[in-house]
């Protein structure tokens, strides 16, 4: 390579300058360096844009969809308000209101004599037949009529 120099260049050349038609080893080395860089710092901020809905998923069914509704409104519209409320909705336990309700209202048809529907989970409630829950309870509304 000192036959090719020119003669004003300087005879000490930095090791990653190299002579016209070879590999420029540094420059690739430089570029697998920055693509993992990149796919790295990508997969941290795509954890950490994930921390609600993981700590979220914990808690109850409606809680954990507003918080990835939320988590989604701040991955497409860059707005981190978003992110943070719904990292605060994950970490606050909500009470559960459902449970002592249906007991309630359990307890107010055995009073009133009415039978009790039978209790389904969350999955079921789709399969329910709505004409032939309105036929087995009556009229509309499951109201029962004065003779």
Same mark, same amino acid.
């Given at each position: 390579?000192?036959?090719?120099?020119?003669?004003?260049?300087?005879?000490?050349?930095?090791?990653?300058?190299?002579? =016209?038609?070879?590999?420029?080893?540094?420059?690739?080395?430089? $570029?697998?360096?920055?693509?993992?860089?990149?796919?790295?710092?990508?997969?941290?901020?795509?954890?950490?844009?994930?921390?609600?809905?993981?700590?979220?998923? &914990?808690?109850? &069914?409606?809680?954990?969809?507003?918080?990835?509704?939320?988590?989604?409104?701040?991955?497409?519209?860059?707005?981190?308000?978003?992110?943070?409320?719904?990292?605060?909705?994950?970490?606050?336990?909500?009470?559960?209101?459902?449970?002592?309700?249906?007991?309630?209202?359990?307890?107010?048809? &055995?009073?009133?004599?009415?039978? =009790?529907? =039978?209790?389904?989970?969350?999955?079921?409630?789709?399969?329910?037949?709505?004409?032939?829950?309105?036929?087995? $309870?009556?009229? &509309? $509304?499951?109201?029962?009529?004065?003779?």
């Amino acid at each position: 390579m000192t036959d090719m120099l020119h003669p004003s260049a300087p005879h000490h050349l930095p090791a990653f300058i190299t002579a =016209p038609g070879e590999a420029d080893t540094f420059m690739i080395v430089v $570029g697998l360096v920055l693509i993992a860089a990149v796919l790295m710092v990508g997969n941290l901020y795509l954890r950490l844009h994930s921390l609600p809905e993981r700590m979220a998923h &914990k808690s109850q &069914k409606l809680q954990f969809e507003i918080v990835a509704v939320l988590g989604l409104i701040a991955l497409f519209t860059h707005n981190h308000l978003f992110w943070v409320i719904g990292l605060l909705l994950a970490m606050v336990d909500l009470p559960d209101f459902g449970t002592p309700l249906r007991s309630i209202a359990g307890s107010v048809q &055995k009073i009133a004599g009415i039978e =009790p529907a =039978p209790e389904t989970s969350p999955a079921d409630e789709s399969a329910v037949d709505i004409p032939t829950a309105h036929a087995a $309870g009556g009229t &509309k $509304g499951g109201a029962q009529g004065h003779a």
